[in-house]
């Protein structure tokens, strides 16, 4: 079974920093792509950034020059660090990973719970 659990979130005031881990856990045989999301009240989910396993990344034009998506793949890990944050980047954020739990099954999506970052004096 595989499992990708965020830590990191919370309160923070604007122009305020906090880093997002993402762990992923179980019987993983290989990682491809990995992200990260954020859905806000009323929103649908949106894409915040991307990594490929090559270290490759793209952003959200919202998000360019503030966020920094990077990945530990000796660990299994994915991190956004978010600088400069704004009251519009309060959401719940959530981490997804294409990966395959063997080399004889095709990569799938797997996703987080999410964890709540809120941007406010």
């Known amino acids: 079974q595989v499992q990708l659990v965020e830590s990191g979130g919370g309160l923070v005031q604007p122009g305020g920093s906090l880093r997002l881990s993402c762990a992923a856990s179980?019987?993983?045989?290989?990682?491809?792509?990995m992200g990260w999301y954020r859905q806000a009240p009323g929103k649908q989910r949106e894409l915040v950034a991307t990594?490929?396993?090559?270290?490759?990344?793209e952003y959200a034009d919202s998000v360019k020059g503030r966020f920094t998506i990077s990945r530990d793949n000796g660990k299994n890990m994915e991190y956004l660090q978010m600088n400069s944050l704004k009251p519009e980047d309060t959401a719940v954020y959530y981490c997804?990973?294409?990966?395959?739990?063997?080399?004889?099954?095709?990569?799938?999506?797997?996703w987080g719970q999410g964890t709540q970052v809120t941007v406010s004096s």
């Open positions: 997804k990973a294409a990966l395959k739990v063997s080399r004889y099954w095709e990569f799938r999506d797997y």
């Open positions: 990594i490929t396993s090559g270290g490759s990344t």
């Open positions: 179980g019987s993983i045989f290989s990682i491809n792509d």
